[in-house]
């Protein structure tokens, strides 16, 4: 399944973005399916959705999302309803705990007093992604599944600090529950008695075995060469920079960026000289980000709707088919497949350069558009190396050979961070 996130700056218009993707997608004759974390109605005024219907299926079994609803011909939209999925979460745990809440005289939770905790919505919006890749087409909404995915993810810090979930989570698991301890699952009991503490019991390596796999299973769908990012930014100098944070912070953890879309651009050629200085603003700021990014990226132009997203544009004052998103599909273009790119970082990340001839050392050279030298930061931690861009930061394990070496320096050189490393003579392998 193809899957493109949409995300940006803050009030960019990202819904509108996401929901023009999905109809382009779907105008191709693919089946598209998008998802949307936006609260309010604006998905329905761009798509003209009906009101959501609410879930029926019972919580252990329906995905985080209410039923998608076709709204054109190949496009079903729904909306991740965070809140009623952990209301069903918790609900769960509590019937399937009730015996041990029962033998600590515990009142279970009452369904309608559950709210939504803060932070539920980035753990809803990964099952969501798991879900609709794994979901079959009887629950899917569709006779034959999904082609597309387009997800409208939240503002581009949250979206990079959600998709930097799976790959942190399993390292807090991996070193809380150490996979290897479980060897000795025969021996709990004697190191019991000789420790004096209760030892780890089964049911607990199990469930962390579960959450590993389910985890894993999303982090290579968001590593996939088919899951790409839209940056979508309402150009301007305020926009500038936090547009290259967010591209830096997601080349750290190695989303690909397909496209950058400028939406809300306002006419040129304007007789008004206040809207005129509005518009030439608009077109500097456009200029720069064609320069940035342009040409391994392109820069995708959207015009100003002109009013907001739910007013009506059809014949007698009703909406036309497909909302006023319809008039951008066409410029938003499809969700079409990736191209490889040489950049691309790969499972074993990124590239070491071996310089021992020349200079005694190997370079890991790691890809970071966006970054400066002011939003760096590096820490070698025994086998692993910590590097901070800004507000992200990812902990990297360090390829075999780079762990006989010391980090000797460091520099930023046209996108690129290259860490130098000398080798060891105590840890090197000497030459016979």
């Given amino acids: 399944m193809r899957t493109v996130l949409v995300t940006g700056t803050g009030g960019a218009g990202r819904t509108t973005v996401a929901a023009a993707t999905a109809l382009a997608a ?10 949307t974390t936006d609260r309010d109605a604006t998905p329905e005024a761009l798509l003209g959705l009906p009101t959501p219907r609410p ?5 252990d079994r329906r995905p985080p999302w209410n039923p998608p609803v076709e709204v054109a011909p190949g496009l079903w939209a729904a909306r991740i309803a ?5 209301r069903g979460e918790l609900a769960t745990l509590q019937e399937r705990g009730r015996g041990a809440l029962d033998m600590l005289g515990a009142t279970p939770l009452d369904p309608e007093e559950l ?13 969501a992604l798991r879900a609709a890749h794994d979901a079959e087409p009887d629950t899917a909404g569709a006779a034959a599944g999904w082609d597309v995915l387009v997800v409208d993810m ?12 799976p790959e942190q989570l399993r390292r807090y698991l991996r070193r809380l529950l150490p996979a290897e301890r479980q060897a000795a699952r025969a021996l709990r009991p004697m190191l019991a008695q000789l420790a004096g503490v209760p030892m780890p019991a089964q049911k607990l390596y199990e469930t962390a075995e579960r959450w590993e796999r389910e985890l ?7 590593e996939s060469e088919a899951t790409t990012v839209r940056l979508v930014v309402d150009p301007g100098p305020l926009a500038d920079r936090a547009l290259r944070t967010a591209r830096a912070g997601l080349a750290l953890y190695g989303c690909r960026v397909e496209a950058v879309v400028a939406n809300r651009l306002l006419p040129t050629g304007t007789a008004d000289p206040w809207l005129a200085a509005l518009s030439g603003r608009q077109q500097a700021a456009l200029k720069e980000l064609h320069g940035q990014w342009a040409p391994d990226v392109p820069v995708r132009e959207l015009p100003h709707l002109g009013g907001d997203p739910g007013e009506a544009d059809g014949p007698a004052g009703a909406p036309r088919p497909g909302g006023p998103a319809a008039g951008l599909a066409a410029l938003a273009g499809p969700a079409g497949a990736p191209e490889p790119r040489p950049d691309r970082p790969a499972a074993e990340p990124w590239t070491v350069e071996d310089h021992l001839a020349d200079e005694g050392v190997l370079v890991w050279r790691l890809p970071l558009p966006g970054a400066d030298r002011d939003s760096l930061g590096l820490v070698r931690r025994g086998d692993e190396l910590i590097v901070t861009v800004g507000p992200f930061h990812r902990v990297l394990p360090l390829p ?18 290259h860490v130098r490393f000398t080798p060891d003579p105590e840890l090197w392998p000497k030459s016979v």
């Fill in 154 to 165: 939240p503002p581009a810090p949250d979206t990079i600090a959600v998709l930097a979930l």
């Fill in 82 to 86: 965070a809140d009623d999925w952990f």
């Fill in 55 to 59: 879930a029926t299926a019972p919580a």
């Fill in 216 to 222: 894993a299973g999303v982090q290579d769908l968001i």
């Fill in 115 to 127: 709210t939504g905790l803060p932070g539920m919505e980035a753990f809803a919006v990964l099952r």
């Fill in 400 to 417: 075999s050979a780079l762990r006989r070496c010391t980090v000797s320096g460091a520099g930023l050189r046209d996108g690129h961070l």
């Fill in 26 to 35: 779907a105008q191709e004759g693919r089946r598209t399916l998008l998802l």
